[in-house]
């Protein structure tokens, strides 16, 4: 642990020389057996063979080193005057002094080597070994009662989340490089780096349940209530930093140095209740905490000292209305948003969740409580929240993703639903003509030094997320430059239009005439669209969709959104070609023999077709492919429409919708490229227009759709192709007629 006493090397005090000399007398001997085997180099690689290193000789010699230190003479130079009036005689807390030897061996074994959680879990389970010796009730290994078991799961789980932050910390550190070559070679990562990291580690282990599970149940009910046990948790954090330091002391001098800061740790533990805010100061950018998870600011501080309890943190946007909601106190994970319960200095003191807060002026203050006092609140410190929010969050009223809209691989999802024996399933969506763009595109909550200039949108082939690349399209540019446009009202936050344009607004409003005394011809952003059929159908396929910010200081922000563009055309076409055209149909020609009981059948012959969005990207499933359905109805002049239906299987009800394309119409985007092909659509059931034999049909047929027999009726066939495309500007369908005259020649009945 830093320590920021000026006078910390300073050797003239008598009980630091008392510490010092009896340290120096431990290594001693350790120091003088290695330079005796240094001069005997056979002797030390026998002596190599016949003790292979294993843990208990590990354990040995943190044993050696620590496990005497300091004795009971030593403990009283050691420790502060105030801790030792407060402590009194040593029978009454030598149990404290044995277990203070094991936060010091405990230290030192778990920072002596390259560490991993279940090395640390394996060192964990040997300290509480060592602190139930220390208090009279030793635990026989290999042999734990149901209680001892459970008390060690607890220490295991309580290490787990200790270490997590420390390992999330090392992961973000992996994945996100940004920068990082930089700071080594500014010198701003040194050989220190992580030292206080690691040491954070120590701190988040050290709760109440923790020293509970450490002590077990009886000592901890016997001692917790000592007017001194806070100090015992303060003093054992201090020993384990020592021993930890210890163990990457490389000789004496580093030994010493690491005595200085054990020495001044131990009196940080008594100064007086300090209550203190550092930061933050200024404007400051919330940043991403995955282990709340919430978008914080962090509160830096200390709030310590003689008889520390507890410390709270209250925020404000006003100075006068204050709340203690919205923060979240160390160890995270797993944190608490009571109040901080582990003394601070010069650290975090806690995480001010601003998510849901707006940007903008903030005020913070600290109260700390201690076990005779509370000190007033001190501060506040005053600082701007700023926020950063660019997105692209929607298209056409779509804002169903796969994923987070932070995904540079997030799509729109469409959900096609069962039809007929086509499966229900959620696919990529697509979308074409006219297009709105929903999303954010705000900077801001400091001053105005700093907001919003302008933002754009552009558009790419392909799928893409380096907004850096060359090649992108612009299509709707936004500028802010008055006062008026600069109003709450047209900031574009979380689901706004950014498709929008500047449109006059009214001012000054009263409620009589002229309504208006005062206007600005381009005061409000209005929403609209962007005309995505550029080209005719050419602007189809994959692209992405680049939105750039660009603020008042030059600085630009930027997000992609993947989505597909469908500006291809459906084609309709339906006729019957089993009578030359103008000729009228005659039923007895299909009704083969005349029979009730067996469908007549009149082949309906056409075209349902929908382009692929992109024919050279494979493969052609959806979203590449999104026919969905074509339905085929048939009108009587003057009367009732039925539809056919499409299929009908051997059980169930009739399929009244074509889920397959039917034939081609040998063009794309218009141009003729391939032979055009007439596929059959359905079979109408002539039954349908006989008065006798419509009941026989599988399907209702309505009263007056019928012709009696020896009369005839012009009959209008009516095809409707649909595609998945959602196109707010144009229609998802192509339509195709076709009349024909149907006489119904059947004899009378």
């Not at 003689?306 to 404000?316: C, P």
């Not at 969740?353 to 509370?374: H, I, M, W």
């Not at 779509?398 to 069962?418: E, G, K, Q, Y």
Request: net charge negative.
């Amino acid at each position: 642990m830093a320590t920021s006493h000026p006078e910390a090397s300073d050797p003239s005090s008598p009980e630091f020389q008392i510490v010092l000399k009896a340290l120096v007398d431990i290594y001693r001997p350790i120091l003088e057996e290695d330079l005796k085997r240094a001069g005997d180099l056979d002797a030390l690689g026998e002596e190599a063979r016949q003790a292979p290193p294993d843990c208990e000789a590990e354990l040995a010699a943190a044993q050696r080193l620590l496990g005497g230190f300091p004795d009971d003479e030593v403990v009283f130079a050691l420790l502060p005057a105030q801790a030792r009036e407060l402590l009194g005689p040593i029978e009454r807390w030598r149990w404290l002094l044995l277990h203070i030897r094991c936060c010091m061996i405990f230290g030192w074994l778990v920072c002596r080597r390259p560490r991993t959680f279940r090395l640390s879990a394996y060192y964990l389970y040997r300290y509480w070994l060592c602190v139930r010796q220390a208090v009279g009730t030793p635990v026989t290994p290999g042999h734990l009662t149901e209680l001892e078991r459970r008390d060690l799961d607890i220490l295991v789980a309580a290490l787990a989340k200790a270490y997590r932050p420390f390992v999330s910390d090392q992961l973000a550190s992996i994945d996100f490089t940004a920068g990082l070559a930089d700071a080594v070679a500014d010198g701003q990562i040194d050989c220190d780096e992580g030292e206080e990291e690691a040491a954070a580690v120590f701190e988040r282990l050290m709760t109440v349940d923790t020293t509970r599970a450490l002590l077990g149940e009886k000592a901890f009910d016997a001692h917790c209530r000592e007017p001194w046990f806070w100090f015992y948790q303060c003093w054992c954090m201090c020993a384990t930093r020592f021993g930890c330091c210890l163990a990457r002391a490389k000789n004496l001098i580093d030994v010493y140095r690491c005595l200085v800061r054990y020495w001044f740790c131990l009196r940080d533990c008594f100064r007086p209740l300090t209550c203190e805010l550092s930061g933050p100061q200024g404007c400051i950018a919330e940043v991403v905490n995955p282990a709340i998870p919430a978008l914080v600011v962090p509160i830096h501080g200390t709030a310590a000292g003689l008889g520390f309890v507890r410390y709270v943190l209250e925020w404000s946007t006003d100075n006068i209305v204050w709340h203690a909601a919205n923060f979240v106190y160390p160890p995270v994970p797993p944190g608490n948003t009571v109040q901080g319960n582990s003394p601070v200095t010069g650290g975090l003191l806690a995480y001010l969740d601003s998510t849901l807060l707006n940007a903008g002026t903030y005020f913070v203050r600290l109260t700390v409580y201690g076990a005779n006092q509370t000190l007033p609140p001190c501060g506040p410190i005053i600082f701007g929240v700023f926020k950063k929010d660019v997105r692209i969050l929607g298209v056409d009223g779509n804002f169903t993703l796969d994923s987070t809209p932070f995904d540079p691989a997030a799509r729109f999802i469409d959900h096609v639903p069962a039809l007929c024996t086509r499966a229900a399933g959620d696919f990529e969506a697509s979308f074409g003509t006219c297009l709105q763009i929903w999303g954010a595109a705000f900077v801001g909550g400091c001053d105005d030094s700093q907001k919003i200039k302008r933002y754009t949108l552009d558009y790419k082939p392909g799928y893409e997320t380096d907004c850096a690349t060359a090649g992108w399209s612009n299509f709707w540019t936004v500028e802010f430059s008055t006062a008026a446009q600069y109003r709450d009202i047209n900031m574009r936050t979380d689901t706004s239009v950014l498709t929008a344009n500047w449109v006059p607004d009214c001012l000054v409003q009263v409620p009589f005439p002229p309504y208006c005394l005062l206007s600005d011809p381009k005061a409000l952003l209005s929403p609209s669209s962007w005309s995505s059929n550029v080209g005719g159908c050419q602007l189809s396929g994959l692209y992405t969709l680049r939105l750039v910010l660009e603020d008042t200081l030059g600085n630009s922000y930027c997000d992609t959104q993947r989505v597909w563009i469908d500006n291809k055309p459906i084609t309709a076409l339906v006729q019957i070609n089993a009578v030359p055209k103008c000729a009228d149909l005659f039923v007895s020609q299909f009704a083969l023999p005349p029979d009730c009981s067996v469908p007549w059948p009149l082949p309906v012959s056409g075209i349902a077709y929908d382009e692929y969005i992109d024919d050279t990207l494979l493969p052609l499933t959806r979203p590449n492919d999104n026919f969905d359905y074509y339905v085929v109805s048939v009108e009587k002049q003057g009367g009732p429409t039925i539809p056919i239906p499409i299929s009908i299987p051997l059980s169930g009800p009739p399929c009244f919708h074509g889920t397959s394309r039917v034939g081609d119409p040998g063009t794309r985007c218009g141009v003729p490229t391939v032979p055009t092909v007439i596929g059959t659509l359905t079979q109408f059931d002539l039954r349908a227009v006989d008065p006798t034999c419509r009941t026989s049909l599988p399907y209702p047929v309505p009263p007056g759709f019928a012709l009696e027999r020896g009369e005839c009726c012009v009959y209008i066939f009516h095809l409707t192709v649909y595609d998945r495309t959602a196109r707010p500007c144009g229609v998802s369908h192509a339509t195709a007629d076709w009349p024909v005259k149907i006489c119904n020649d059947l004899p009378p009945v």
